[in-house]
């Protein structure tokens, strides 16, 4: 079975959910469809699973099982699927982040450094600017802001000087001629620096953060008190924003607090440090040495306060 099928932190993450087997669950991240398969092993014939995945290739691997509600869009839209599915809320929900094994090994899709392909990026392919759009058309300045804040690509200015030097010339449409120009401009290692610029367009391409935030308020929203919030992430980035909402259970990382000082925490945290893959499953999937797992739980924020 190909990586893209098997999914990361699988056992951890679906321990995690605490499923019970009339509940109402979803996979925010369906791609290869593994962790959804794991979900509805654990379902009851009452029980229901919601998956949301915005790339048309993850339509192949959806099983044909009547408790399954395959929902073709963006994970930010889950109160909206909810609605259509008229589910009041949900149980738990599951995120795998970041980008999937299948879409680094297809070449055409333009993740991956390691293939000469059209500079795309998009994990919808119907909608939306390409990399190469964004690489063409934004200003110096923005450049280097992407390539510094998602990618944390130390010589960012450099990058992007002669990003507007080379389109000057002639528009830059593949990864080989993006690569080609990076090439003189690596610092430290090679393939971990190219992972970083190409990271940073990536997150860009797919207003990703943005995206992730919506997300996290919405699963908010929509979970049970007692329903669990589980998310996989895969850089200090996304990390750093699911750990700040899982604490206080806003995106800002700052604690909203009662007329009389409380702190109004409407989640709260159930794992006190991320848990990450064993030795074992590193070896069978390197890409999944970077994940993360972080657990939160909806609370009632008022009662949980003041019963302290």
């Excluded at 699988?10 to 791609?31: K, M």
């Excluded at 949301?52 to 963006?74: G, K, M, Y």
């Excluded at 600017?129 to 300045?141: G, R």
């Amino acid at each position: 079975m190909s990586a893209y099928h098997v999914p990361v932190l699988g056992p951890e993450s679906i321990e995690a959910l605490a499923i019970q087997p009339e509940g109402v669950y979803v996979d925010a991240t369906f791609g290869g469809g593994g962790h959804s398969r794991m979900i509805l092993e654990r379902l009851g014939p009452q029980g229901r699973l919601l998956a949301f995945d915005q790339d048309e290739d993850a339509l192949a691997n959806v099983p044909d099982d009547e408790r399954l509600l395959f929902c073709p869009a963006n994970f930010k839209y889950l109160k909206r699927y909810m609605r259509y599915y008229n589910i009041e809320a949900v149980d738990g929900i599951l995120a795998d982040l970041g980008v999937s094994s299948h879409q680094l090994d297809e070449a055409e899709r333009g993740f991956s450094y390691r293939f000469d392909a059209p500079l795309d990026m998009r994990m919808n392919r119907r909608e939306g600017p390409t990399a190469a759009d964004l690489l063409n058309t934004l200003p110096e300045k923005d450049i280097q802001g992407v390539l510094s804040q998602y990618g944390e690509v130390r010589n960012a200015r450099t990058v992007a000087q002669q990003i507007v030097a080379a389109r000057a010339r002639k528009p830059i449409a593949t990864t080989g001629e993006l690569v080609a120009l990076l090439e003189p401009l690596v610092r430290g290692h090679k393939p971990r620096y190219l992972s970083q610029v190409f990271q940073a367009l990536r997150i860009a391409v797919n207003r990703e953060m943005e995206a992730l935030s919506h997300f996290l308020e919405e699963s908010l929203n929509a979970l049970q008190i007692g329903g669990r919030l589980v998310v996989i992430t895969y850089h200090s980035l996304e990390d750093r924003l699911v750990k700040r909402f899982m604490r206080t259970g806003n995106v800002a990382g700052v604690a909203r607090r009662d007329f009389y000082g409380h702190v109004l925490r409407p989640i709260r945290p159930l794992t006190k440090k991320p848990i990450v893959p064993k030795t074992e499953e590193i070896r069978l999937n390197p890409r999944a040495r970077s994940a993360r797992l972080r657990v939160g739980e909806k609370i009632e924020m008022v009662k949980e306060e003041l019963d302290r």
